[in-house]
Every structure is written in C-alpha cells, then in structure tokens.
C-alpha cells in the first residue's frame, strides 16, 4: 500500500528543492540588496532597507505567508502559490541574509581597505576586487545555515497547498495513515538533504579558501567571535 | 589647483613634499603640533623618535589617510586636503583625494597584501585597475619586478603562503611598480622576526641608491636610517626637535631628548 | 477596502489568542533553555554512548524543519499512548526544536571561556562546583544572555505555527475571525501588528542590553 505512494513522496523532494532554489535566489539578491543599502550614503536608501529589513523580520515567515495569501487579494494583488511561498520565504531570509552581507563586508579589516585606498583604486573596483572576494569568504557558514533554512521553511509552503514534501505526506497519510512510517520517511529525507548541503558547502569552503588563500572560517571547534557575531542569524 | 603663494614656494625650495603648520588632534591628544617640514625631490629622509610622537600620523596625513586639523601638505604641486573649485578652495573631496594620492605611495607595517590574489597579481591588479594598463604590460612588469627582488619564483604563491619578509618585499614592489614620486615607509620592518629584517632592509636600500623617488622612512632601525637617508629628523611631541645630517645627529645630537632617545637604543643593542 | 472599526473590533477578539501566544512562547523558551542546557552539558561530559545519541539527535532537531516535528508530535506520537493537549504538544515542540539552537549557544559560550579562567580555578584548588557555579557560569551567562533572549523572540513569532496543529494562538483566533467573518484583511493584519509591536521592541531592547554586556 503504501510503497505505490513512495514515489508521489519522494517526488516532493523535487518539488522542495524547486522552492527552495528559487527562494534561494530572491534571498540572495535581496540579503545583497538590502545589506548594501543599508551601507549606502544615500539616507533614503539607508531608511528604506532597514524599514522591509525590520518588518520582515518582526513577524515569522508563517504570518507573512497568510498575509500574502489571504489579505493581498483584498487588496487586488492575487499571487500563485508558489509565486506567494517564493517571495514570502525570499524575502524574509534574505532580510536576515542582509545582517550577514553587512557583517561580513564591514569584517573585512580595514587595513585591506587602506591599502586599496593608498594605491588609488576607484570605490567601485576597490568593493568588487577587494572587498567583496574577502567577504564572500565570510559568508559562507552563515550561507550555509541560510541555505538549511531555507530548506526547512519551505515545508511552510505546504500551508499554501503546493505539493512539497511535507504536503505530500500529509496527503497520503489522511488516505492510508501509517503515519509512522511517513513521517519517519520525510524526517529523513529533510535531514538527508541538510547534511548535503551542509557537505557541499564545506566543499566549497575548502575550494574557496585554497584558491583565496584565506584561513578557513569553518570551524565549530574554534571560539571565533566574528563567527558568532555573524550568526545572529535565526532558525 | 594649489594657491598661488605655495606654488612659488615650492617652485623656489624645489621641495616635493612640504609641510606647513600641520597640527592634528585626536580629541584632547595633540599628535602633531603645528608642523614644518619638507623634502626635496630625490632626497630620502628618516623619522626616528619614541613611538606615540607621530612619526606614523605624518606619513598618514601626507598619504592623504588621516585629514589634519590645520595646516597645508602639499605634494608635487598638489595640495591633497584641499582642493580648487570654482575659484574657491575647499576641503577635499574623495576624488580630488584619489587623484593627489598618485603622487605618493606607502609601505605599511602589516604588509596589506591582498590575500585572495597572488604575489604576481598584486603587483599587476593597482596597474591594471589604476594606471589602466594593457593587462599583458601589467602582468609583465609585475613579473620583472619580483625578479628584481629575487621572489620570481614564488610569484604565484598567494600572500598566505610566504613569509612575512617576503610579502613586505612585495608590498614594497607593488607601491614602486605604481611609479609615486614619493615613497612612505611606516615601520616596515617592526613587524618580523629578526632574522627577516634584513632582506626588506637591503631591498629598500636598493630601491635607494637606485631611483630618483624621495623616500621618508619611518624606521626603529636607526643605523639602517643613517645608511640610507639624506637627512635624519627627530621627532618628538610631534614636532621635528632635531634635524641633519645622519652623522651629525647620530654622533652628536644636540638636543636632549635626542640624546636620551638615541642613548637608550644603543643600550638595548 | 480597509475597514479602520472592523480592525479596531477585531483587537479584543485576538486577545485570548494572544494570551496563549505569549504563554506558550515563555514555557517554550523555559523549555528550550533547559532542555539545551542539558544537551550541552551531556556533550561536554562526553559520556561515551549518550554524548553521541544526543549529538545526532540534536542535529535531527535542527535539520527538519519545526512544522514536521510538530506534525509528529501532534499524529504520531499519540498513536503510541502519550496524549497531550494540542497547547502542551506545541510547548513540547518547540522545546525541542528550539533546544537545538540552545545547545549550540551553551556550548560556544563555555568553549569561549577564555583558557585562563580555568588554569586560576585550578591554581586556587576550588572544587568542581565552585568553578561551575563561581566563575565559569557566571560568565558564560553573559556571552549566552543576547543569543538565547534572541532565539526566545524567535520562539514569539514561530509561535504562529502552532495554528497548524490546533492551538488557540494569536494567528489561529484572526484566522477564525477571518473565516467568520469573511474578511481576512483586518483580523491578519492585526495580528501582523501585534507580533511586531512586542518582537521590535524586544528586538532593539536586547541590542542595548547586548552592548552594555559587553562593555562591563
């Protein structure tokens, strides 16, 4: 019985990563956007960043999620589920994605700064050829709980009714119950799909840093307190 | 672009770099004091004193790095914290900033090598960026340049992976390789290990004795001082209270704190 | 379009579910402090079979995401005998989940002690306890008070998931104002504001008290 709906289960695989993917996306360029808004000299830009940065941080995704789905058709804004789930989770990650962008560039020792400074490269080349390779090497345990989240956030999309895993077990379980061994399955998969991506990104940490020559930032052994400073990053 | 009074001066001194009543505080702290001092085209100067007298806020402030309080620093014609508009002159704006620095290039204590980039690479990247020249020029010039301080083995090594005498060796490339007409040396040795110092002391003395840049070098190591520059200042408080000739400050100084600075080094040996 | 009485109206009837929110948050954050009190110190300890069930079981929390956990607190745990209100589940819940971030706060904080701190109890020859509880903890407190206040401000806001499975919580009562009366703008919105009002505040609250810790 139930081995004719593992594959409907494990399709939702799919189905989460797709969401996943094209949060991660929009939580990319929005942690970006935002974070170096928030760095601008413009005030307006300054106070515009900071005020979606702090609204979608000051209410859970969830909230967000329902507001999006329930209150924005009043409104005369009717978004796909998916569309919904994708923005939602987007920018809500990427506003706390913002607080590492921030970090990691103002991490960057200013002595690199001067340096650039001292042998006259414009703003502009200096933050793309000096800075920006430094910080990105920062960002990447951040990143990584970042990525996780996102993956674990997109089980709120199932709340929107599009069918990702968490939605699909819920489905077949009000059909056949056993609903054990379902969710033992979705346990799984979820924590399978962490620990890949947690692989991953150690991989390309280590790639990262060699082909930089940076020291490796990726160690939950060391006391590093630019490390948990960076983390304020949540769930 | 300068106040016509200045221009003439240094027109009639032939001075490059020249300081002016430059004062600097840092809230109630006077580092600098109203200073006063210049150096000629092709003249290598040293600054020596007890730490905390300024010697490294001058460099700054000349570098364009640290804005004084009051006074004029003009290089090669340039004022660098002021600037001409509109038959106006005020304070200097970031651009007027990047194009004086040019003039000027430093060397500072921590090295500041680029790490994500290679030796080669960051000699060539300033030159490629900065000057806009050809990428091939750039990379070939950066090539040469390393060869001529022995390191063209270890060009593609990232910073990371030399010694510190070695990325102080480059650093002091990729500032020549830049072409300043004055070259700031911030403590470039005081920070390796003793046995280190001596191959950054022989390059710079190389670049000395074989280009026409005036060099100010700050510097602990006050027989390399005397080796190398034209004229030694003391300085103390954050005025210059003792200038000459390396021999005749060193052998006979003939202010007292001079003298108490001076003995006290010899004593550590 | 929007309806400034109905929104006015809907505050009291969000009332009861805010209560609940709130209550459920603080016994959640009690949970997960003690809970990841305990992880930490059974990973320190190293005791050989227990350090590394909890570790990976740890991991499992933070791995899979807080609504699966809750689903199977909610429908399968009580297949097998434990029943619980749907409140306590959700305090259960996210006790646990929550305990996961704990643990990782505790742990950084006492590897952060710096390694003299240890070398002087030991040169002093206080017991064990005395180190615990008068030197090591107390500072451990400090690094650990910013992180934890911060994830209790999280467990606030998550709180609204705990609509999925039942509980009577601030975003279930504007739902069910919503479906009642039709009208989903006010009732959510409401609600929207009503975690931000408390989660913004606390926010900048924590910053202050962050940098005066900091500074002592």
């Known amino acids: 019985m139930l081995a004719t709906y593992l594959p409907y289960i494990l399709g939702g695989v799919l189905v989460t990563l797709k969401v996943s993917f094209l949060s991660l996306i929009l939580t990319i360029v929005a942690g970006f956007g935002l974070g170096l808004s928030r760095m601008s000299v413009n005030r307006f830009m300054r106070w515009a960043a900071t005020i979606i940065v702090e609204i979608f941080r000051g209410t859970s995704a969830v909230v967000q999620l329902f507001w999006a789905f329930y209150v924005l058709p009043f409104f005369g804004i009717r978004l796909s589920p998916i569309v919904a789930a994708v923005i ?27 340096s650039a400074l001292v042998l006259g490269f414009s703003p502009i080349t200096r933050f793309f050829r000096v800075v920006l390779p430094q910080a990105l090497v920062l960002m990447i345990p951040p990143g990584t709980n970042m990525i996780i989240s996102l993956v674990k956030f997109s089980s709120l999309a199932s709340l929107v009714t599009i069918p990702e895993l968490t939605f699909r077990a819920l489905t ?10 379902i969710f ?52 | 672009m300068i106040s016509s009074q200045v221009e003439s ?92 620095r040019q003039h000027t290039g430093m060397v500072f204590q921590q090295y500041n090598l680029f790490p994500h980039m290679s030796a080669l690479r960051n000699v060539a990247e300033p030159l490629i960026r900065v000057k806009k020249v050809e990428k091939e020029e750039a990379y070939a010039e950066a090539k040469d340049l390393l060869e001529m301080i022995g390191l063209s083995n270890h060009s593609d090594k990232k910073p990371g992976q030399l010694s510190g005498g070695q990325q102080q060796r480059v650093a002091l490339v990729r500032a020549i390789a830049m072409k300043p007409k004055v070259m700031l040396f911030d403590e470039v040795t005081s920070a390796l290990d003793p046995e280190l110092v001596g191959e950054v002391l022989r390059a710079i003395e190389d670049i000395a004795l074989t280009t026409q840049m005036s060099m100010i070098v700050v510097t602990h190591e006050i027989l390399f001082a005397a080796h190398v520059s034209d004229r030694v200042l003391m300085f103390d408080g954050g005025k210059v209270i003792e200038e000459g000739h390396p021999d005749d400050i060193l052998k006979s100084p003939k202010h007292e704190r001079t003298q108490r600075f001076l003995s006290r080094l010899v004593d550590r040996g | 379009m929007w ?84 409140f306590m589940t959700g305090v259960v819940g996210m006790s646990f989940y929550f305990s996961s971030y704990c643990a990782e706060v505790f742990r950084a904080g006492i590897i952060n002690i710096p390694k003299g701190q240890w070398d002087v109890a030991r040169a002093l020859s206080l017991p064990p306890r005395r180190v ?33 499975i039942t509980v009577a ?23 929207g504001l009503l975690y931000f009002a408390i989660s913004y505040p606390a926010a900048l609250g924590l910053r202050r008290l962050e940098k005066r810790l900091a500074t002592r």
């Open chain 1, 88 to 114: 939602v989770l987007g920018l809500n990650e990427g506003s706390y994605f913002s607080e590492v962008v921030r970090g990691a560039i103002v991490a960057v020792p200013k002595t690199q700064v001067e």
């Open chain 1, 172 to 181: 077949v379980r009000s059909n056949i119950g056993q609903t054990t061994i």
């Open chain 1, 184 to 235: 033992g399955i979705i346990l799984t998969l979820y924590f399978t799909i962490s620990i890949i991506i947690a692989m991953i990104m150690r991989g390309v940490e280590g790639r990262v840093t060699t082909h930089l020559g940076i020291q490796k930032v990726f160690s939950s052994e060391r006391p590093n307190s630019l490390w948990s400073g960076l983390r304020k990053k949540v769930s």
């Open chain 2, 9 to 100: 001066e240094s027109a009639n001194s032939g001075a490059l770099v020249q300081l002016q009543n430059v004062t600097k505080k840092y809230g109630e702290t006077t580092v600098l004091d109203s200073l006063t001092f210049d150096v000629k085209a092709g003249e290598k100067v040293a600054l020596i004193g007890p730490s905390g007298s300024g010697k490294t806020t001058v460099l700054r402030v000349i570098m364009g790095l640290e804005q004084p309080n009051s006074g004029t620093v003009v290089v090669a014609g340039d004022e660098i914290w002021r600037e001409m508009r509109s038959g106006k002159m005020i304070p200097a704006s970031e651009r007027h900033l990047r194009k004086v």
């Open chain 3, 3 to 86: 309806d400034w009485k109905l929104a006015l109206e809907t505050l009291p009837k969000l009332w009861q579910g805010f209560l609940t929110t709130v209550q459920v948050s603080i016994l959640a954050s009690i949970g997960a402090v003690i809970l990841g009190l305990i992880w930490a110190v059974i990973r320190y300890v190293e005791v050989p079979f227990l350090s590394g069930a909890v570790s990976i079981f740890v991991q499992l929390l933070r791995g899979t995401p807080l609504l699966v956990q809750l689903y199977i607190l909610f429908y399968v745990v009580p297949q097998y005998g434990i029943s619980a209100s749907a």
């Open chain 3, 132 to 164: 615990w509880l008068d030197i090591i903890l107390p500072q451990v407190g400090r690094s650990v008070i910013p992180p934890i206040g911060n994830y209790a401000i999280v467990i606030f806001k998550q709180s609204a998931l705990l609509s999925t």
């Open chain 3, 169 to 191: 919580e601030l975003l279930h009562s504007a739902q069910n104002i919503g479906s009642e009366t039709y009208r989903y703008v006010e009732p959510i919105t409401m609600a």
